[in-house]
């Protein structure tokens, strides 16, 4: 690394350096933070934290052809009556949310949220 370093008052206070140099510098800046990410990711899983999802449900969730209360219900291996009776909904109030003829109120998507343990964010149709 060639940097050249400008002092003032006998202290250095600024180094300057070849754009390629601080090309790289930045790119080694990314790479530590991409590992202290990952390092943080995978504490989460292992903790309990956070979870992983296996990829067909993934992939149902971005193609967007279902309501997403029905894969995440689904996911969690729960009918729409056992999801509704533990979230205090009627299994036809769950029927209707996943057919798209209603949206649920935020107090209801949000008991839906809590039982199939996501945020309420993923319930919702973009």
């Known amino acids: 690394m060639s940097a050249q370093i400008i002092e ?33 990711a995978i504490r989460e899983l292992v903790s309990g934290e956070d979870e992983a999802i296996p990829a067909e449900i993934a992939d149902r969730l971005i193609a967007g052809d279902e309501h997403p209360l029905k894969v995440w219900r689904e996911y969690r291996e729960l009918t729409q009556e056992a999801l509704g009776n533990v979230a ?32 309420i964010g993923d319930l919702l149709v973009e």
Not at 11 to 28: G, I, N, R, T
Not at 29 to 39: I, L, N, P, S, T
């Open 88 to 119: 205090g909904v009627g299994k036809s109030y769950v029927s209707q949310i996943e057919a798209g003829s209603k949206t649920g109120s935020a107090k209801v998507l949000k008991a839906l949220a809590e039982v199939l343990r996501v945020d």
């Open 8 to 40: 003032r008052g006998g202290k250095p206070e600024y180094a300057v350096l070849p754009y390629d140099e601080y090309l790289a510098l930045l790119e080694l800046a990314e790479d530590v933070r991409d590992a202290e990410d990952a390092r943080e």
